[in-house]
């Protein structure tokens, strides 16, 4: 039910390294960050769809991909897939005549102004909120979209299935397992949901300590 | 959106080195008049050079400082921080988490690497990394340790896993020894890795 990216309590991966804490390794790393940006501001995905082409990277690619490689194989996937680049230029490496939507190309005096405004995700939302802060619930098990087979969700398998408390109401949100689709906004409430590390991992966790998620109100159901 | 029936992908067809590979995506992309290099040069500009962790050390100066502001930023932080400038893109809506001797908070996103860009910039490697991601969940207290940071088994850790466009800032505890200091000279305890909850405000000088 899950894919590659939701790697939550995976064992295996070794230390952190924890003095790895440049943003930029190398001169395309940039590029890559910018190429994205400048792409998305075409308007032609979102960033859930943009998650998800990430998330659909085959398992052996995700894991070898540094992150910024992860970036461009997603770029490269949905720039043919949303009609904005042929198969045929990708391949040759060049574009073959300017875009009919050229026009919505993002300009340099633009750049602040667009990066500055950001998206808000909040929306009026006819879905009643269900549970109020203190409210025990439980999440939807196996953790997955129920309107799009394998598609995106947002709730990591590690926490499906189990009982944890609201400690905050956000609102009214936009669904990602809608809008990662292109099915629309589809906005229902969010809540920050406080798991007791031991319901997550076991007895070999800190018994006083917490795991966090926000999570749609579609994804939980009152404890069992 | 991509198809799981097309194993290699589109992707597969560009020069499988890196570098290359985002050259032949520019040339494509300029070629078709999508992407304007300009705006590619203004954008690395912004994240390079104007916004970082220094916002974010602003903020949480101005939290320990001014008690209006501390204020507005546990009820509703989003007027605020947009006078002072810092609104935009992945930080539309943000949580402030404070530490106490009680509590010390840790952030992470187990699902890609959401990030508070407007007031820490672009994240680091260690934070996208797939042992931060798949390990400060499960036992945050090793993690920690890895960053020289050892929790006190009396004080509750809170890891806040960023499943949505929530964007959490960690405050971490204001040192001792800070008092009467401006908030200009506060902003230079805080390091990056204390707003994210692997560090804790340090002296500067230290």
């Given at each position: 039910m899950t894919r590659v990216h939701d790697m939550g309590g995976r064992f295996g991966d070794g230390p952190v390294e924890a003095d790895d804490s440049v943003t930029f390794e190398k001169e395309w790393h940039k590029r890559a960050l910018a190429l994205t940006l400048a792409a998305g501001a075409l308007g032609r995905w979102n960033i859930d769809s943009s998650r998800h082409a990430r998330e659909c990277l085959s398992p052996k690619d995700y894991s070898r991909f540094s992150y910024y490689e992860k970036w461009m194989a997603a770029l490269a996937d949905l720039l043919v897939d949303r009609d904005l680049v042929t198969l045929d230029e990708l391949k040759s490496g060049h574009g073959h005549g300017v875009s009919d939507?050229?026009?919505k190309a993002l300009r340099a005096q633009d750049v602040a102004k667009v990066l500055a405004s950001g998206s808000p995700y909040t929306r009026a939302c006819d879905?009643?909120?269900q549970f109020s802060a203190g409210a025990r619930v439980t999440t939807r098990r196996p953790a997955g979209n129920v309107l799009v087979d394998g598609g995106h969700s947002r709730l990591p398998a590690y926490a499906a299935g189990a009982t944890g408390t609201v400690?905050?109401?956000?609102g009214g949100y936009v669904l990602p397992d809608s809008n990662g689709h292109y099915l629309g906004d589809q906005p229902e409430p969010l809540y920050a949901v406080a798991f007791e590390a031991q319901d997550l991992w076991g007895a070999q966790a800190n018994a006083q300590d917490e795991v966090i998620l926000d999570i749609w109100q579609s994804y939980l159901g009152p404890a069992e | 959106m991509p198809h799981d029936h097309d194993p290699d992908h589109y992707h597969a067809v560009l020069p499988s080195d890196p570098a290359l590979r985002v050259k032949a995506l520019e040339t494509i992309l300029t070629d078709k008049g999508l992407v304007e290099t300009a705006a590619l040069d203004e954008i690395i500009d912004t994240y390079q050079?104007?916004?970082?962790?220094q916002n974010g050390a602003k903020v949480v100066a101005k939290f320990w400082d001014d008690a209006e502001f501390r204020a507005a930023m546990r009820t509703d932080p989003m007027p605020a921080l947009s006078d002072l400038g810092f609104y935009g893109r992945q930080g539309e809506h943000m949580v402030m988490v404070e530490n106490t001797p009680e509590v010390h908070n840790v952030v992470v996103c187990t699902l890609c690497s959401c990030y508070p860009w407007p007031l820490l910039g672009i994240p680091p490697g260690w934070y996208k990394s797939d042992a931060y991601r798949a390990r400060v969940v499960r036992e945050p207290r090793k993690v920690l340790a890895e960053f020289g940071l050892d929790i006190p088994a009396s004080q509750k850790i809170r890891v806040w896993d960023s499943t949505a466009e929530i964007r959490y800032l960690v405050i971490p505890q204001r040192p001792k020894?800070?008092?009467?200091?401006s908030e200009q000279a506060l902003?230079?305890?805080?390091?990056r890795n204390s707003m994210i909850g692997t560090g804790l405000a340090r002296d500067p000088d230290q």
């Amino acid at each position: 039910m899950t894919r590659v990216h939701d790697m939550g309590g995976r064992f295996g991966d070794g230390p952190v390294e924890a003095d790895d804490s440049v943003t930029f390794e190398k001169e395309w790393h940039k590029r890559a960050l910018a190429l994205t940006l400048a792409a998305g501001a075409l308007g032609r995905w979102n960033i859930d769809s943009s998650r998800h082409a990430r998330e659909c990277l085959s398992p052996k690619d995700y894991s070898r991909f540094s992150y910024y490689e992860k970036w461009m194989a997603a770029l490269a996937d949905l720039l043919v897939d949303r009609d904005l680049v042929t198969l045929d230029e990708l391949k040759s490496g060049h574009g073959h005549g300017v875009s009919d939507v050229a026009n919505k190309a993002l300009r340099a005096q633009d750049v602040a102004k667009v990066l500055a405004s950001g998206s808000p995700y909040t929306r009026a939302c006819d879905v009643a909120q269900q549970f109020s802060a203190g409210a025990r619930v439980t999440t939807r098990r196996p953790a997955g979209n129920v309107l799009v087979d394998g598609g995106h969700s947002r709730l990591p398998a590690y926490a499906a299935g189990a009982t944890g408390t609201v400690v905050i109401c956000h609102g009214g949100y936009v669904l990602p397992d809608s809008n990662g689709h292109y099915l629309g906004d589809q906005p229902e409430p969010l809540y920050a949901v406080a798991f007791e590390a031991q319901d997550l991992w076991g007895a070999q966790a800190n018994a006083q300590d917490e795991v966090i998620l926000d999570i749609w109100q579609s994804y939980l159901g009152p404890a069992e | 959106m991509p198809h799981d029936h097309d194993p290699d992908h589109y992707h597969a067809v560009l020069p499988s080195d890196p570098a290359l590979r985002v050259k032949a995506l520019e040339t494509i992309l300029t070629d078709k008049g999508l992407v304007e290099t300009a705006a590619l040069d203004e954008i690395i500009d912004t994240y390079q050079n104007r916004i970082g962790p220094q916002n974010g050390a602003k903020v949480v100066a101005k939290f320990w400082d001014d008690a209006e502001f501390r204020a507005a930023m546990r009820t509703d932080p989003m007027p605020a921080l947009s006078d002072l400038g810092f609104y935009g893109r992945q930080g539309e809506h943000m949580v402030m988490v404070e530490n106490t001797p009680e509590v010390h908070n840790v952030v992470v996103c187990t699902l890609c690497s959401c990030y508070p860009w407007p007031l820490l910039g672009i994240p680091p490697g260690w934070y996208k990394s797939d042992a931060y991601r798949a390990r400060v969940v499960r036992e945050p207290r090793k993690v920690l340790a890895e960053f020289g940071l050892d929790i006190p088994a009396s004080q509750k850790i809170r890891v806040w896993d960023s499943t949505a466009e929530i964007r959490y800032l960690v405050i971490p505890q204001r040192p001792k020894d800070t008092q009467g200091l401006s908030e200009q000279a506060l902003a230079r305890w805080v390091t990056r890795n204390s707003m994210i909850g692997t560090g804790l405000a340090r002296d500067p000088d230290q």
